[in-house]
């Protein structure tokens, strides 16, 4: 069955704390993995797509790594505005769009 | 500019009532997918459709109905018959099997 597992499930951080959050997957088949930042009573923000194992995308303090059963969202020096929920979702090589979605990982950021 | 609108913000119910929540985007996507958000769990599907007249049911359907009549609008009616209709709605579009994006969701609430 496929399946995502985010942790941890929570996150405290001091302002410039680095830290990374995990994403662990078993898909039959990876067509690609997604990051999303969702603040508070808002839709999911679109962060990354990652396809291939060894791939790597940067956007700002963010960093998004890929292997073939885990992927990591790096924070470096984050800022309290970086406090939000971080999604990770997969989609198989299925024949249809679904996504599989983790439970999230809810990032803190204290000043 | 383009993007995807969910109407209302906010959405009462009361018992044995049928309620439908609006999702309209004009990013020219032809896939669209309804999800529900509860606390501590992930996005679970709902309904998606890949073309216009076309919709499947996702992991959750039971108790809800869709319609996409219009490339554009993918409306979402929640039944009588969801018996635990309460959380928070959220509405995605994509291009094909490429990256989901979302709307600002729907907060449904049982009165």
């Known amino acids: 069955e496929d399946q995502v597992t985010q942790s941890p499930e929570a996150l405290r951080l001091q302002e410039g704390e680095s830290s990374s959050l995990n994403c662990s997957y078993t898909?039959?088949?990876?067509?690609?993995l997604f990051w999303y930042r969702q603040d508070p009573g808002k839709g999911p923000e679109f962060l990354f797509t990652?396809?291939?194992a060894g791939e790597e995308k940067e956007k700002e303090r963010l960093k998004a790594t890929l292997t073939k059963k885990e992927s990591f969202l790096h924070i470096t020096a984050p800022k309290p505005e970086d406090s939000a929920t971080y999604l990770c979702?997969?989609?198989?090589?299925?024949?249809?769009?679904?996504?599989?979605f983790g439970t999230g990982t809810r990032l803190k950021v204290l000043a | 500019d383009g993007g995807i609108t969910q109407s209302p913000k906010y959405l009462f119910r009361k018992e044995g009532q049928n309620v439908t929540l609006s999702c309209e985007q004009n990013?020219?996507?032809?896939?669209m997918y309804w999800y529900r958000q509860d606390p501590g769990q992930g996005l679970r599907l709902i309904y998606y459709?890949?073309?216009?007249?076309?919709?499947q049911k996702g992991d959750i359907a039971e108790g809800y109905s869709v319609s996409r009549e219009k490339k554009e609008s993918f409306p979402l009616t929640v039944t009588s018959a969801q018996k635990n209709p309460t959380a928070f709605y959220l509405c995605?579009?994509?291009?094909?099997?490429?990256?989901?994006?979302f709307g600002p969701g729907t907060r449904l609430l049982v009165l």
């Open positions: 990013l020219n996507h032809d896939a």
């Open positions: 898909v039959s088949g990876l067509r690609g």
């Open positions: 979702a997969v989609q198989a090589h299925s024949g249809t769009y679904k996504y599989i």
């Open positions: 990652l396809y291939s």
């Open positions: 995605a579009s994509s291009m094909g099997s490429e990256t989901q994006y």
């Open positions: 459709s890949q073309i216009v007249n076309d919709f």
